[in-house]
């Protein structure tokens, strides 16, 4: 297809850059943490900057909230990537604070700071001290396994998550209205189409409006020089062919909800049903995730081997390619269905998750740490733990929890031949034990 002359404009700046919000309530998603009286609001409103990493996948805000944040706090925005940044780069950043520049304060934006090792993140820690710089990193990797812990108990980690297709099609519709300023015509695009392109991008809001800038080139403009936006051209513009939809307009995840819940339910001919549904669409990765996904979920303990026997369909699938993926994974699909089902791990372990989140549990007992010898100031001595393997059964009584929830009971058995078996097994060794 020819590429217009008046469509030449706007690519001299990215879409996704002309149209970074310029506030907090322009942001789309992240509603957990920048929504109304929600944390990073409420920092925005009283222009007090803490320390922070910023956690999540790319394309989802990150550098736009730290952007709009020392904007409104009056520092002077310092941006390094720690890719490619040294500490003297932080030095200079840090030489700085002494001049007029920095008598504001200096934000220091240090994106993908997993990329710093354990020196050069220290060379931050005498200037985060005193105040003189204020910190916000970003990273895509879990801080709390890439980040100096001196860097952590200095500033508060925010999650950011994978942004919703709805949210993503907000910022589809705003990068329609401004690229219109550059045309003549008017430009349109069909519902299907911003949908399509908003779910392929995976939750990535910088992937969509670069799909949406592609379609706009990728557009035939009619004999009135107008671009109209279909399903064909998103799906060029994403080389990704879109799901397809029945007459109840389905989307792709309501028919992954579907596979799950018939699973679920052990209705085999619902499960390969709705799997054909995805299959047929050319969705394979989709298919495997979600199966791997309900190995875990629905039938978990109640029959264990479920998990490496779909892990083993699954790889067997991606290895042949369709069409043939479909034959272990209809094998995977009907095990599922036809399996005996519980949730009792993956609810135990959401129970202790909340607890983490949401209180203070305590410290690990004395005699379970990775203690192999007793300082000068400690009052207790002696490690203290019993190993079980040194008593009958292969199990002694004594405390794991931390004392502030040692009595909290996260895992009830589950009403399945397996997991009462196990019951049985421990209610035996334990009663004498107590």
């Not at 064909?232 to 389905?250: H, L, P």
């Not at 596979?259 to 047929?280: C, F, N």
């Not at 292969?394 to 909290?408: A, E, F, R, S, T």
Request: hydrophobic share 35%; with cysteine; glycine share 6%.
């Amino acid at each position: 297809m020819t590429l217009c002359v008046q469509n030449i404009r706007f690519m001299n700046k990215p879409l996704a850059d002309r149209l970074r919000p310029q506030t907090l309530a322009d942001v789309v998603g992240q509603n957990h943490i920048i929504g109304s009286g929600k944390v990073l609001s409420e920092i925005a409103d009283s222009k007090t900057i803490p320390n922070m990493i910023f956690y999540g996948p790319s394309g989802t805000g990150k550098t736009t909230v730290a952007n709009i944040l020392a904007k409104i706090s009056g520092k002077t925005l310092c941006k390094l990537n720690a890719t490619t940044a040294s500490v003297a780069d932080v030095r200079d950043v840090c030489a700085r604070c002494d001049t007029f520049e920095g008598q504001a304060g200096i934000l220091l934006y240090l994106d993908e700071i997993q990329n710093f090792n354990k020196k050069q993140q220290q060379s931050l820690l005498e200037y985060t001290e005193n105040g003189k710089i204020t910190l916000i990193a970003s990273t895509t990797e879990n801080p709390y396994f890439y980040v100096y812990n001196a860097i952590l108990s200095r500033s508060t980690v925010f999650e950011f998550k994978s942004v919703a297709p709805v949210e993503i099609k907000k910022a589809l519709l705003r990068g329609i209205e401004l690229v219109k300023e550059d045309f003549s015509g008017d430009i349109s695009a069909d519902e299907d189409a911003l949908l399509h392109i908003a779910e392929m991008s995976n939750g990535d809001v910088r992937k969509a409006l670069n799909s949406l800038e592609l379609a706009v080139i990728y557009a035939k403009p009619d004999k009135d020089g107008a671009l109209h936006i279909d399903l064909n051209c998103a799906e060029q513009c994403t080389q990704k062919k879109a799901f397809r939809y029945d007459k109840s307009g389905d989307s792709q995840y309501d028919v992954m909800s579907a596979l799950q819940k018939s699973i679920r339910g052990s209705d085999p001919d619902a499960a390969v049903h709705y799997l054909a549904r995805l299959l047929s669409a050319g969705d394979l990765q989709s298919a495997c995730r979600r199966l791997m996904v309900i190995a875990a979920e629905d039938i978990g303990l109640a029959y264990p081997m479920s998990i490496p026997i779909v892990k083993a369909c699954v790889d067997s699938a991606l290895m042949l390619g369709l069409p043939e993926a479909r034959i272990p994974l209809g094998d995977a699909a009907i095990l599922l269905a036809t399996a005996p089902k519980s949730n009792s791990a993956h609810i135990a372990l959401d129970n202790a998750l909340s607890d983490i989140e949401q209180m203070d549990t305590g410290e690990i007992p004395r005699h379970l740490q990775n203690k192999h010898f007793d300082g000068e100031g400690d009052v207790q001595k002696g490690q203290h733990y019993l190993y079980p393997h040194d008593f009958p059964n292969h199990y002694v009584k004594q405390q794991y929890l931390p004392d502030k929830i040692k009595d909290k009971k996260y895992y009830t058995y589950g009403e399945n031949k397996t997991e009462q078996t196990a019951k049985e097994y421990w209610d035996k060794i334990k009663v004498s034990k107590f």
